[in-house]
């Protein structure tokens, strides 16, 4: 079964240092999103992008939130100056249509932590 | 702006018994989908259950089912004979079916515990 892989599983970081969150979709998949879930709170969306560009962002995705899809293979989260309230689990997800007639396929998630 | 409510943080089940995980929501479109996500521990969302608003007939996968109540704006999730494998976080979501978005706005979630 293919699957979403999300690296690092946890990420630690200083609060100001910028991070990159990496996934790699599934191959034959046009879409991809970025979610993210604070401790005890609901899933957010971030962001969806198709065909190299971004295709809808929501306010949490401000500037310093970057995507990209830099060869072809992976789709990277990058937060460039990271707070304290960043501190969440990213998912990522892909699909093959923006229709949803099985889903998305969601990784496994980067928890990560700002100190 | 559409809003998806859980209202359940944690349910208990005996293995082999039903239970229902309730979701409830609030939206002006007339058309949408909903659906129901897994999340094992450490284990990433899986897609357990759709359902087109469209549609009258409540869907059904297996031991799993929904209860949608379009002008409740219900969406419940039964699970029939429960096994220790169906522990887990569930996710209620909603996704507009306008063209241009494809978001999906997840409840908190509903924590499934299986007792043997």
């Known amino acids: 079964e293919p699957e979403v892989t999300q690296t690092p599983s946890h990420q630690v970081t200083q609060m100001g240092q910028e991070v990159i969150l990496r996934c790699v979709p599934i191959?034959?998949?046009?879409?991809f999103y970025w979610y993210r879930q604070i401790l005890g709170q609901k899933v957010e969306f971030l962001v969806s992008?198709?065909?190299?560009?971004?295709?809808?962002k929501s306010e949490i995705f401000d500037d310093q939130f970057s995507v990209e899809r830099p060869d072809g293979s992976n789709f990277t989260l990058k937060i460039r100056s990271t707070k304290l309230e960043d501190s969440a689990m990213y998912f990522c997800?892909?699909?093959?249509?923006?229709?949803?007639?099985?889903?998305?396929?969601f990784g496994s998630g980067t928890r990560l932590t700002v100190v | 702006a559409q809003t998806v409510t859980q209202s359940q943080p944690e349910m208990s089940v005996q293995e082999a018994e039903t239970v229902t995980l309730s979701c409830t929501y609030d939206?002006?479109?007339?058309?949408?989908?909903l659906f129901w996500y897994k999340q094992p521990p450490s284990r990433q969302m899986i897609l357990v259950i759709r359902?087109?608003?469209?549609?009258?007939q409540n869907a059904t996968e297996n031991r799993f089912s929904v209860n949608f109540q379009k002008a409740a704006k219900s969406f419940s999730l039964k699970i029939s004979d429960s096994q220790l494998g169906d522990a887990a976080m569930y996710f209620c979501?909603?996704?507009?079916?306008?063209?241009?978005?494809?978001?999906?706005?997840f409840g908190t979630g509903t924590r499934l515990k299986v007792l043997a």
């Open positions: 997800a892909s699909s093959e249509f923006n229709t949803d007639l099985y889903g998305y396929t």
């Open positions: 191959s034959n998949h046009l879409y």
């Open positions: 992008f198709y065909n190299n560009e971004i295709s809808e």
């Open positions: 939206t002006s479109e007339s058309d949408y989908y």
């Open positions: 359902q087109e608003a469209y549609k009258q």
């Open positions: 979501a909603y996704r507009s079916s306008s063209s241009g978005t494809y978001k999906y706005i």
